[in-house]
């Protein structure tokens, strides 16, 4: 992820265009005529060697010719010369390109090696930006910068759109310009050998220009930078998306229910979700949820209050919003007396609020402000119809006017076509998320909830869930490499449960018997009903060989379930080797539910966890819930409480509920294995049986394979697409006064502890930290800096245990800027444990973290006159910096040379 040089690409003051022509219908016409057609101030140098002037521009016979070195260059020659002169930007000291030349790959092998040649080209200069190949081109409203072959300029606006397909890029322009729709970038991304989206959106959160960004989506090929990105953004502006290519023929016959239960589009569900970011399944839902993303303030809460002077459209519009799992308000009774006193006896007395057909403006504007005051009220959809005794400019005019005076989103549907369009335009011009029918309204803003309640995820405070439990890694892992090195792929149930057992989950047993013998023998020993199933390395769905007996009694029973399992097996599978059977004990429970947990390795997002319905009707039901490791307490609860059967779990009908607290555990437990072993393909328990009294897993299978390639080689666990808790930078830190103390990440669950720490710091502290940003600790302030993405930044805690609990006593914060080169830091203890060395500890031990990072400076900012923060930075041999602001110094520490 990098913004370096993005500026020039989207700002540049002087542009060349390689490959500028004099013939119209060229892409080298189109693109010199939309830099000079458009207002773009800047100056703008055609690269012809054949004529001397290029659309009545002096043109240059090469960039080497040119009078200055442009900001940006756009390559519209053919494939074959793109890597020379991408080459030769870099010597010319050119920060951005736009590669718009197709013929790479996307036609094949000799496609391919042309790529490589650009890579190999740019490696040379790490400064160098480049866009495509294979793109549209750049388009930046504000700047009046059309850098493309598509036809006209959008509007300035406040949504940027971001699409790897050319070809959807023309047909957006088209209908953006027909319709009046604003942008503020629109970015074609095309073969995105640099620039992608995590790129830009780390731009363009930045970017005051931009309040929200449509992706349009192909393929991700940096998904932990991707992600990273998009969490990042959607904790303060929206991200809504499309994702092309749901059906995907990779279908194929899974080795298990979690295999075929987790489909490729499911994947890129639960990775959206995790982002926080709003997806969509057609065009006209892109536009409409962007709009009152951009529009409109995120709601409270999912209810919603209608007003309509119609009783058709009302009922169509609370139709669909019920049908998509919408919730309407209810209106309290306070509401229903305001309302009656000024609407006319036989309005509708509920929601939808219809104020009957001949609603003048000011009956309207009643409703509205009544209806918008209403504790129980969350958003508001305003319908008109043009009625003979209606006015929707006027009607339009006073709900612009009550979008001021209320926090609350208000979205209208002005149905109808000429008569409305007057009231359309006032209100566009207000803000106010128009829509030309109740149902598109609903749908639009029901993806306003949807991302209001992932960014609620984004931001909310997981509670402490105990789990603690040893793990032996090492010897977890040396099992599982001895299994590779035989060529096992799919581990017995004997020992895909012993892994599971290693990481604290609760287990039953198998013991295998080769002979009907052994399996009687053991049956005795475990004097209950017994359970055999058939033991096979290549059978994975044991039922469907007839594989699994159950309730077994008695010797003769025993050894018949043997020899019939056996026979089947064999029969059914002759290609398997069937080793004989496991034998467990019979676990029965009256109030037992059977659920699936699952992991999977998806090539793109790697491992994908899934709990569900389980047992054999678990892809029967296809009730369940994916998420990305790793797990905390939020997130492996939220996966329970949308599944279908969750009301199952909660003592449904007098049933006991179980104990949802433990199942979370183990479903933690369940992602830990996952961000540990990246050799492990696919793991199963099915079933899990949940219980009031205990939870078992009953069944389990692990598949091994090589890991897969490492798309983020170099970062910590690089097979998970999302960083997991630093748990190695954890340490003992001995303080002068010869107390110990825990030095440890920072973790979401800290929230509570990280406010009793500035509660106990002074306001002098507190403000040579914070300087004067610094007003109360809110639970908004505290997700900044307990929520993080330890890819991109790291706060080391100070523990202690008091006879009250857990204390937080210090905190070292260190934050990488995005080229990962250097990093900010910053410090703060509580007033009683300064001057202990702490200080000096943690500032050490976050710069043994920024060493392993790579980095080559550490800077930090301090008063002046903070001398004990002085003394620290000293000791550690920072060099000081004045800076503008007299009152504050500059520390700066070199931990390796600076580039060149």
């Given at each position: 992820?990098?913004?370096?040089?993005?500026?020039?690409?989207?700002?540049?003051?002087?542009?060349?265009?390689?490959?500028?022509?004099?013939?119209?219908?060229?892409?080298?016409?189109?693109?010199?005529?939309?830099?000079?057609?458009?207002?773009?101030?800047?100056?703008?140098?055609?690269?012809?060697?054949?004529?001397?002037?290029?659309?009545?521009?002096?043109?240059?016979?090469?960039?080497?010719?040119?009078?200055?070195?442009?900001?940006?260059?756009?390559?519209?020659?053919?494939?074959?010369?793109?890597?020379?002169?991408?080459?030769?930007?870099?010597?010319?000291?050119?920060?951005?390109?736009?590669?718009?030349?197709?013929?790479?790959?996307?036609?094949?092998?000799?496609?391919?090696?042309?790529?490589?040649?650009?890579?190999?080209?740019?490696?040379?200069?790490?400064?160098?930006?480049?866009?495509?190949?294979?793109?549209?081109?750049?388009?930046?409203?504000?700047?009046?910068?059309?850098?493309?072959?598509?036809?006209?300029?959008?509007?300035?606006?406040?949504?940027?759109?971001?699409?790897?397909?050319?070809?959807?890029?023309?047909?957006?322009?088209?209908?953006?310009?027909?319709?009046?729709?604003?942008?503020?970038?629109?970015?074609?991304?095309?073969?995105?050998?640099?620039?992608?989206?995590?790129?830009?959106?780390?731009?363009?959160?930045?970017?005051?220009?931009?309040?929200?960004?449509?992706?349009?989506?192909?393929?991700?090929?940096?998904?932990?930078?991707?992600?990273?990105?998009?969490?990042?953004?959607?904790?303060?502006?929206?991200?809504?998306?499309?994702?092309?290519?749901?059906?995907?023929?990779?279908?194929?016959?899974?080795?298990?229910?979690?295999?075929?239960?987790?489909?490729?589009?499911?994947?890129?569900?639960?990775?959206?979700?995790?982002?926080?970011?709003?997806?969509?399944?057609?065009?006209?839902?892109?536009?409409?949820?962007?709009?009152?993303?951009?529009?409109?303030?995120?709601?409270?809460?999912?209810?919603?209050?209608?007003?309509?002077?119609?009783?058709?459209?009302?009922?169509?519009?609370?139709?669909?919003?019920?049908?998509?799992?919408?919730?309407?308000?209810?209106?309290?009774?306070?509401?229903?007396?305001?309302?009656?006193?000024?609407?006319?006896?036989?309005?509708?007395?509920?929601?939808p609020v219809d104020v009957l057909g001949d609603a003048s403006a000011d009956r309207y504007a009643h409703a509205l402000r009544q209806v918008a005051a209403d504790?129980?009220?969350?958003?508001?959809?305003?319908?008109?119809?043009?009625?003979?005794?209606?006015?929707?400019?006027?009607?339009?005019?006073?709900?612009?006017?009550?979008?001021?005076?209320?926090?609350?989103?208000?979205?209208?549907?002005?149905?109808?076509?000429?008569?409305?369009?007057?009231?359309?335009?006032?209100?566009?011009?207000?803000?106010?998320?128009?829509?030309?029918?109740?149902?598109?309204?609903?749908?639009?803003?029901?993806?306003?909830?949807?991302?209001?309640?992932?960014?609620?995820?984004?931001?909310?405070?997981?509670?402490?869930?105990?789990?603690?439990?040893?793990?032996?890694?090492?010897?977890?892992?040396?099992?599982?490499?001895?299994?590779?090195?035989?060529?096992?792929?799919?581990?017995?149930?004997?020992?895909?449960?012993?892994?599971?057992?290693?990481?604290?989950?609760?287990?039953?047993?198998?013991?295998?018997?080769?002979?009907?013998?052994?399996?009687?023998?053991?049956?005795?020993?475990?004097?209950?009903?017994?359970?055999?199933?058939?033991?096979?390395?290549?059978?994975?769905?044991?039922?469907?060989?007839?594989?699994?007996?159950?309730?077994?009694?008695?010797?003769?029973?025993?050894?018949?379930?043997?020899?019939?399992?056996?026979?089947?097996?064999?029969?059914?599978?002759?290609?398997?080797?069937?080793?004989?059977?496991?034998?467990?004990?019979?676990?029965?429970?009256?109030?037992?539910?059977?659920?699936?947990?699952?992991?999977?390795?998806?090539?793109?997002?790697?491992?994908?966890?899934?709990?569900?319905?389980?047992?054999?009707?678990?892809?029967?039901?296809?009730?369940?819930?994916?998420?990305?490791?790793?797990?905390?307490?939020?997130?492996?609860?939220?996966?329970?409480?949308?599944?279908?059967?969750?009301?199952?779990?909660?003592?449904?009908?007098?049933?006991?509920?179980?104990?949802?607290?433990?199942?979370?555990?183990?479903?933690?437990?369940?992602?830990?294995?996952?961000?540990?072993?990246?050799?492990?393909?696919?793991?199963?328990?099915?079933?899990?049986?949940?219980?009031?009294?205990?939870?078992?897993?009953?069944?389990?299978?692990?598949?091994?394979?090589?890991?897969?390639?490492?798309?983020?080689?170099?970062?910590?666990?690089?097979?998970?697409?999302?960083?997991?808790?630093?748990?190695?930078?954890?340490?003992t830190l001995t303080l002068d006064n010869g107390r110990a103390v825990r030095l440890r990440p920072i973790r979401p669950e800290d929230e509570p502890l990280w406010?009793?720490?500035?509660?106990?710091?002074?306001?002098?502290?507190?403000?040579?930290?914070?300087?004067?940003?610094?007003?109360?600790?809110?639970?908004?302030?505290?997700?900044?800096?307990?929520?993080?993405?330890?890819?991109?930044?790291?706060?080391?805690?100070?523990?202690?245990?008091?006879?009250?609990?857990?204390?937080?006593?210090?905190?070292?914060?260190?934050?990488?800027?995005?080229?990962?080169?250097?990093?900010?830091?910053?410090?703060?203890?509580?007033?009683?444990?300064?001057?202990?060395?702490?200080?000096?500890?943690?500032?050490?031990?976050?710069?043994?973290?920024?060493?392993?990072?790579?980095?080559?400076?550490?800077?930090?900012?301090?008063?002046?006159?903070?001398?004990?923060?002085?003394?620290?930075?000293r000791h550690l041999g920072f060099q000081f910096v004045p800076t503008a602001q007299p009152q504050l110094v500059e520390a700066r520490l070199d931990l390796a040379?600076?580039?060149?």
């Amino acid at each position: 992820m990098s913004t370096r040089n993005l500026d020039k690409i989207f700002r540049p003051q002087r542009i060349a265009v390689v490959g500028a022509s004099e013939t119209p219908g060229k892409v080298g016409y189109i693109l010199l005529h939309n830099l000079v057609g458009h207002g773009f101030d800047g100056v703008v140098y055609p690269i012809n060697p054949r004529r001397e002037a290029v659309q009545g521009i002096a043109a240059y016979a090469s960039l080497e010719a040119l009078p200055h070195a442009p900001d940006l260059a756009i390559l519209c020659t053919p494939a074959a010369t793109i890597p020379d002169l991408i080459r030769r930007c870099g010597q010319l000291g050119i920060p951005s390109v736009i590669v718009i030349s197709a013929g790479f790959r996307e036609t094949g092998a000799s496609g391919k090696q042309l790529e490589q040649q650009i890579l190999d080209a740019r490696r040379e200069f790490p400064g160098l930006r480049i866009v495509g190949p294979n793109c549209l081109g750049v388009i930046a409203p504000h700047a009046r910068l059309n850098a493309s072959f598509g036809v006209g300029m959008p509007r300035p606006g406040r949504v940027a759109l971001l699409s790897q397909s050319g070809a959807l890029c023309t047909a957006i322009l088209d209908q953006a310009i027909a319709q009046e729709m604003g942008f503020s970038a629109f970015v074609s991304l095309g073969n995105m050998l640099d620039v992608g989206f995590d790129d830009l959106l780390d731009y363009l959160a930045a970017d005051p220009q931009t309040d929200a960004v449509i992706l349009y989506v192909e393929s991700i090929t940096k998904p932990r930078e991707f992600l990273s990105a998009a969490r990042a953004f959607s904790r303060r502006k929206p991200i809504v998306a499309y994702k092309a290519g749901r059906f995907e023929a990779s279908a194929q016959a899974a080795g298990s229910h979690t295999g075929a239960m987790a489909g490729v589009d499911a994947v890129y569900d639960a990775a959206f979700q995790r982002a926080g970011i709003v997806r969509v399944f057609d065009v006209e839902d892109l536009f409409d949820s962007a709009e009152v993303l951009a529009r409109s303030r995120v709601p409270a809460g999912p209810r919603l209050a209608i007003i309509t002077n119609a009783g058709g459209p009302g009922v169509m519009a609370l139709d669909t919003l019920l049908a998509e799992h919408g919730q309407a308000a209810r209106l309290s009774p306070e509401t229903i007396t305001a309302l009656n006193g000024v609407l006319p006896p036989f309005w509708s007395h509920g929601n939808p609020v219809d104020v009957l057909g001949d609603a003048s403006a000011d009956r309207y504007a009643h409703a509205l402000r009544q209806v918008a005051a209403d504790p129980g009220v969350d958003a508001v959809l305003v319908i008109l119809t043009p009625q003979a005794m209606t006015d929707p400019t006027a009607v339009a005019r006073v709900v612009a006017e009550q979008v001021g005076a209320t926090s609350k989103p208000i979205l209208a549907a002005w149905m109808g076509s000429g008569l409305v369009q007057a009231g359309i335009t006032l209100l566009e011009a207000a803000g106010v998320p128009t829509y030309p029918t109740p149902e598109r309204a609903i749908r639009a803003f029901l993806h306003l909830t949807t991302y209001a309640q992932r960014r609620e995820v984004l931001l909310e405070t997981p509670q402490e869930i105990p789990l603690d439990f040893a793990v032996d890694r090492q010897a977890v892992g040396e099992q599982l490499a001895a299994q590779l090195a035989q060529g096992t792929d799919w581990l017995d149930e004997g020992a895909s449960k012993a892994v599971l057992a290693a990481y604290g989950m609760p287990v039953c047993e198998p013991r295998p018997a080769a002979t009907s013998a052994a399996a009687v023998e053991l049956a005795r020993e475990m004097r209950s009903p017994v359970v055999l199933k058939v033991l096979s390395p290549q059978i994975t769905h044991k039922t469907d060989v007839h594989g699994v007996r159950l309730n077994l009694q008695g010797d003769v029973a025993v050894a018949q379930a043997f020899e019939e399992i056996v026979s089947a097996a064999r029969q059914l599978r002759p290609d398997a080797d069937v080793q004989g059977v496991t034998v467990q004990p019979m676990i029965t429970a009256v109030n037992g539910v059977e659920l699936i947990v699952g992991l999977r390795r998806d090539p793109v997002f790697g491992p994908v966890m899934m709990v569900g319905m389980g047992g054999v009707m678990a892809e029967l039901f296809q009730d369940r819930a994916l998420e990305l490791p790793p797990l905390n307490e939020r997130l492996a609860r939220r996966m329970v409480d949308s599944l279908r059967c969750r009301p199952l779990l909660g003592g449904y009908r007098g049933r006991p509920p179980v104990d949802i607290d433990q199942l979370v555990a183990i479903l933690m437990r369940f992602s830990y294995l996952a961000a540990d072993r990246p050799e492990i393909a696919e793991a199963e328990i099915n079933p899990l049986l949940v219980t009031p009294e205990q939870m078992l897993a009953l069944d389990a299978r692990i598949r091994l394979a090589a890991p897969s390639t490492l798309v983020h080689a170099g970062r910590r666990n690089p097979h998970l697409a999302i960083c997991p808790y630093p748990a190695e930078w954890s340490r003992t830190l001995t303080l002068d006064n010869g107390r110990a103390v825990r030095l440890r990440p920072i973790r979401p669950e800290d929230e509570p502890l990280w406010i009793e720490l500035l509660a106990n710091c002074s306001r002098e502290s507190l403000h040579r930290r914070f300087g004067g940003l610094f007003a109360a600790a809110t639970h908004e302030m505290a997700t900044r800096y307990c929520y993080i993405d330890y890819d991109r930044e790291l706060t080391l805690v100070a523990e202690i245990d008091e006879p009250t609990g857990r204390q937080l006593i210090g905190v070292g914060r260190l934050v990488a800027d995005d080229e990962h080169q250097q990093a900010e830091y910053a410090v703060l203890v509580v007033d009683a444990w300064q001057g202990t060395g702490l200080g000096i500890g943690l500032t050490a031990a976050c710069l043994d973290v920024a060493r392993s990072w790579g980095l080559h400076r550490v800077t930090a900012f301090t008063a002046v006159d903070n001398q004990p923060m002085l003394a620290v930075f000293r000791h550690l041999g920072f060099q000081f910096v004045p800076t503008a602001q007299p009152q504050l110094v500059e520390a700066r520490l070199d931990l390796a040379p600076a580039e060149t």
